[in-house]
């Protein structure tokens, strides 16, 4: 799943539970011959439909003939073993029936040798914890069930049922060895096991000597052949016509190390349907995943970004103009930071391009639309999206040994959208993958050249809980806007979109004439006697957290615009600098001395560093040695290779005669 314990069946079973899901079906045994018909009449694959039909397109046609001729001709894929407890009820891993709640392609049911399948009829007991799930068939078969047998002896000869890796459920023997006592408090014993399990046995049956059922096969062993099975007297002496849960499990968040230990616990009556057995346990285990999710917030309310003295760095610290996003995340120290990851980058046509990095559970995206793709098309069409994000960095399906690359998801399944707490609108799509069984989901903020967000996968039954993150991580999300002038204008048609920072900043691109900003925090404008202005030119607005007026603004701290997003023929940087707190560093505290006292190079003289020629200055007249002022303004012009003093400081006179700054 992902870094939690928490989310419906899929909180409680590690890969190693999950490692026992594939396909049975019948094949020799060992036990007494007398014994095995029973057994194999007994013993019943659990299938859910392959997908009908689906919207995904791929690059070529699938190259179905690499699969098994049984797989590829199936209707149905299989994902575990049942077995006839009695005359009228089954059993398996409740696991099992986890890839059924919220299924894309159809409810789980039964499938016997002879290839007849019996849909579920109702939902009679059920045990997170235990990992158990007993059900009714709507027409069952006339069979004689498995016997029981509840006092098995140690160290006997037993016997594993179920599949073994997609060829067909095989009977193989090993010891009855020991018992382990489950994790939290002991409550019972696993009957621990030496015969083989393998992907596929999950919910069968481990027989004893004479083919009695002892108990119910639910995880295979990580490191050794020592398996795990539910004591069939657990079942049997299971409360009857109730699910209950009661799990201990710990529920995290990917800007924070700390973590949340509570339980899921509910109760409700059975029997139900499938169907309605599957919405009750995914509405109270969404309460159960919001409970959790506060209850981690609540206790760290007090250190939460932007509160607590940890938050001072990123909320002193000014922007950049890196337009990748990045978490904000909090350290051991206690230290908020911006926590940056190296995206890869893979090019599309016309200078559109895809990076993207992995944080935590989520890849963090950023799609550069090409040229020939206007904004209103990319905010309007989310399958366009998708399909340049697809293009970028590519998805494939494997089949057999080959992977297929996808080309789209076609429509999404969902579209809304969700405001942040800073204001900022985030657009929301989720899709489905039919043949995975899970749907992705995309948080996606609009900015000049396209999209920056989020993306994760995960199963239906783990979609809310998934969801609930994401909406809450998109509060701790850092970035900066850039784009062609070209592109600033076709993003400011959206005014629905964008977010309250930048609904109050005026802008004026009048290609070849001027360049005006004006905020109410500062403004300026200058012409191309300072800087080319046309379509190529790029402006950044650095975004950053910082304190305003008593509270916190997600605003503009750094305005820098270049001549030519292509080429370095000159920039122009205004930079928001605020007062440090009290608990800076000598860094922080040197800097801030520097911009106060205009020492260099924060003294209008010229310079040069690798080639470029920079000239900075601050704001404003020269400050009394006893003022305090809480923010001052960096002037900065740059241009590469060598320039005259003079040049220079007549760029940096035509900014500074335009400046203006409302900000005390």
């Given at each position: 799943?992902?870094?939690?314990?928490?989310?419906?069946?899929?909180?409680?079973?590690?890969?190693?539970?999950?490692?026992?899901?594939?396909?049975?079906?019948?094949?020799?045994?060992?036990?007494?011959p007398?014994?095995?018909?029973?057994?194999?009449?007994?013993?019943?694959?659990?299938?859910?439909?392959?997908?009908?039909?689906?919207?995904?397109?791929?690059e070529?046609?699938?190259?179905?003939?690499?699969?098994?001729?049984?797989?590829?001709?199936d209707?149905?894929?299989?994902?575990?073993t049942?077995?006839?407890?009695?005359?009228?009820?089954?059993?398996?891993?409740?696991?099992?029936?986890?890839?059924?709640?919220?299924?894309?392609?159809?409810?789980?049911?039964?499938r016997?040798?002879?290839?007849?399948?019996?849909?579920?009829?109702?939902?009679?007991?059920?045990?997170?914890?235990?990992?158990?799930?007993?059900?009714?068939?709507?027409?069952?078969?006339?069979?004689?069930?498995?016997?029981?047998?509840?006092?098995?002896?140690?160290?006997?000869?037993?016997?594993?049922?179920g599949?073994?890796?997609?060829?067909?459920?095989?009977?193989?023997?090993?010891l009855y060895?020991s018992?382990?006592?489950?994790?939290?408090?002991?409550?019972?014993?696993?009957?621990?096991?030496?015969?083989?399990?393998?992907p596929?046995?999950?919910?069968?049956p481990?027989l004893?000597?004479?083919?009695k059922?002892?108990?119910?096969?639910?995880m295979?062993?990580?490191?050794?052949?020592?398996?795990?099975?539910?004591?069939i007297?657990?079942?049997?002496?299971?409360?009857?016509?109730?699910?209950?849960?009661?799990?201990?499990?710990?529920?995290?968040?990917?800007?924070?190390?700390?973590?949340?230990?509570?339980?899921?616990?509910?109760?409700f009556?059975?029997p139900?349907?499938?169907?309605?057995?599957?919405?009750?346990?995914?509405?109270?285990?969404?309460?159960?995943?919001?409970?959790?999710l506060?209850?981690l917030l609540?206790?760290?309310?007090?250190?939460?970004?932007?509160?607590?003295?940890?938050?001072?760095?990123?909320?002193?610290?000014?922007?950049?103009?890196?337009?990748f996003?990045?978490?904000?995340?909090?350290?051991?120290?206690?230290?908020?930071?911006?926590?940056?990851?190296?995206?890869?980058?893979?090019?599309l046509?016309?200078?559109?391009?895809?990076?993207?990095?992995?944080?935590?559970?989520q890849?963090?995206?950023?799609?550069?639309?090409?040229?020939?793709?206007?904004?209103?098309?990319?905010?309007?069409?989310?399958?366009l999206?998708?399909?340049?994000?697809?293009?970028?960095?590519?998805?494939?399906?494997y089949?057999?040994s080959?992977?297929?690359?996808?080309?789209?998801?076609?429509?999404?399944?969902?579209?809304?959208?969700?405001?942040?707490?800073?204001?900022?609108?985030?657009?929301i799509?989720?899709?489905?993958l039919?043949?995975?069984?899970?749907?992705v989901?995309?948080?996606?903020?609009?900015v000049?050249?396209?999209?920056?967000?989020?993306?994760?996968?995960?199963?239906?039954?783990?979609?809310?809980?998934?969801?609930?993150d994401?909406?809450?991580?998109?509060?701790?999300?850092?970035?900066?806007?850039r784009?062609?002038?070209?592109?600033?204008?076709?993003?400011?048609?959206?005014?629905?979109?964008?977010?309250a920072?930048?609904?109050d900043?005026?802008?004026?691109?009048?290609?070849?004439?001027?360049?005006?900003?004006?905020?109410?925090?500062?403004?300026?404008?200058?012409?191309?006697?300072?800087?080319?202005?046309?379509?190529?030119?790029?402006?950044?607005?650095?975004?950053?957290y910082?304190?305003?007026?008593?509270?916190?603004?997600?605003?503009?701290?750094?305005?820098?615009?270049?001549?030519?997003?292509?080429?370095?023929?000159?920039?122009?940087?205004?930079?928001?600098?605020?007062a440090?707190?009290?608990?800076?560093?000598?860094?922080?505290?040197?800097l801030?001395?520097?911009l106060?006292?205009?020492?260099?190079?924060?003294?209008?003289?010229?310079?040069?560093?690798?080639?470029?020629?920079?000239?900075?200055?601050?704001?404003?007249?020269?400050?009394?040695?006893?003022?305090?002022?809480?923010?001052?303004?960096?002037?900065s012009?740059?241009?590469e290779?060598?320039?005259?003093d003079d040049?220079?400081?007549?760029?940096?006179?035509?900014?500074?005669?335009?400046l203006?700054v409302?900000?005390?």
């Amino acid at each position: 799943m992902k870094n939690k314990t928490l989310g419906a069946f899929g909180a409680l079973f590690s890969s190693a539970w999950l490692a026992l899901l594939a396909v049975p079906a019948l094949h020799a045994a060992t036990l007494d011959p007398a014994v095995l018909p029973r057994v194999q009449a007994a013993t019943f694959e659990v299938v859910i439909p392959k997908p009908a039909s689906e919207s995904i397109t791929y690059e070529k046609p699938l190259p179905l003939e690499l699969l098994p001729f049984q797989e590829r001709n199936d209707k149905y894929d299989s994902v575990g073993t049942a077995f006839a407890l009695d005359d009228r009820h089954y059993v398996t891993a409740g696991h099992v029936l986890e890839l059924g709640i919220g299924s894309l392609t159809g409810e789980p049911a039964l499938r016997d040798a002879g290839g007849r399948v019996y849909a579920i009829g109702q939902i009679t007991r059920f045990s997170l914890q235990q990992d158990f799930v007993e059900f009714t068939l709507k027409e069952p078969p006339a069979i004689a069930p498995l016997e029981v047998n509840t006092q098995p002896a140690m160290n006997d000869v037993v016997y594993a049922v179920g599949n073994a890796l997609g060829t067909g459920i095989v009977i193989r023997d090993g010891l009855y060895t020991s018992q382990t006592p489950e994790d939290e408090d002991g409550r019972w014993k696993w009957l621990r096991f030496s015969a083989a399990a393998s992907p596929g046995n999950s919910g069968g049956p481990l027989l004893d000597k004479d083919g009695k059922v002892i108990g119910v096969v639910v995880m295979k062993s990580p490191s050794e052949n020592l398996n795990y099975a539910l004591p069939i007297d657990q079942v049997l002496n299971a409360p009857a016509n109730l699910a209950v849960a009661d799990k201990r499990v710990a529920y995290s968040l990917d800007v924070f190390d700390e973590k949340h230990t509570g339980s899921i616990k509910m109760q409700f009556a059975l029997p139900m349907s499938f169907a309605d057995f599957s919405a009750t346990f995914q509405k109270l285990s969404n309460e159960n995943a919001d409970q959790m999710l506060q209850a981690l917030l609540t206790e760290n309310a007090e250190t939460l970004f932007p509160r607590g003295r940890g938050a001072n760095r990123v909320l002193h610290g000014g922007s950049d103009t890196n337009p990748f996003p990045a978490l904000l995340y909090r350290g051991d120290n206690g230290v908020w930071r911006v926590a940056r990851v190296q995206p890869d980058k893979s090019t599309l046509s016309l200078n559109g391009y895809v990076s993207m990095a992995r944080r935590g559970s989520q890849a963090l995206i950023h799609l550069r639309k090409p040229d020939d793709v206007s904004s209103r098309q990319l905010y309007s069409d989310p399958k366009l999206f998708m399909n340049l994000l697809l293009k970028g960095m590519p998805m494939k399906r494997y089949v057999g040994s080959e992977g297929i690359k996808i080309t789209s998801l076609g429509s999404p399944l969902e579209e809304q959208t969700l405001t942040d707490a800073y204001q900022r609108t985030w657009q929301i799509r989720i899709w489905a993958l039919p043949y995975r069984n899970e749907k992705v989901m995309v948080l996606l903020l609009p900015v000049p050249d396209g999209y920056v967000g989020m993306l994760r996968t995960a199963s239906p039954v783990e979609m809310y809980e998934n969801m609930a993150d994401l909406k809450t991580l998109v509060n701790f999300i850092h970035l900066s806007y850039r784009g062609t002038l070209a592109q600033w204008k076709e993003y400011l048609d959206n005014p629905q979109l964008l977010p309250a920072a930048l609904k109050d900043i005026t802008l004026r691109l009048d290609y070849g004439k001027e360049f005006s900003y004006r905020s109410g925090r500062l403004e300026f404008s200058y012409t191309p006697q300072l800087q080319a202005i046309d379509k190529s030119s790029e402006l950044v607005l650095g975004m950053s957290y910082f304190p305003d007026h008593g509270k916190v603004a997600w605003d503009v701290s750094q305005v820098a615009a270049r001549a030519d997003a292509n080429n370095f023929d000159g920039i122009i940087s205004i930079g928001r600098r605020a007062a440090p707190p009290d608990d800076a560093d000598d860094e922080q505290r040197s800097l801030w001395d520097k911009l106060l006292r205009r020492g260099h190079p924060y003294d209008g003289t010229p310079y040069s560093k690798n080639n470029i020629a920079l000239i900075t200055a601050v704001s404003g007249a020269s400050l009394a040695a006893d003022a305090k002022p809480g923010v001052l303004y960096e002037v900065s012009c740059a241009a590469e290779g060598p320039h005259p003093d003079d040049a220079m400081k007549d760029k940096l006179k035509l900014l500074l005669d335009k400046l203006r700054v409302s900000e005390p």
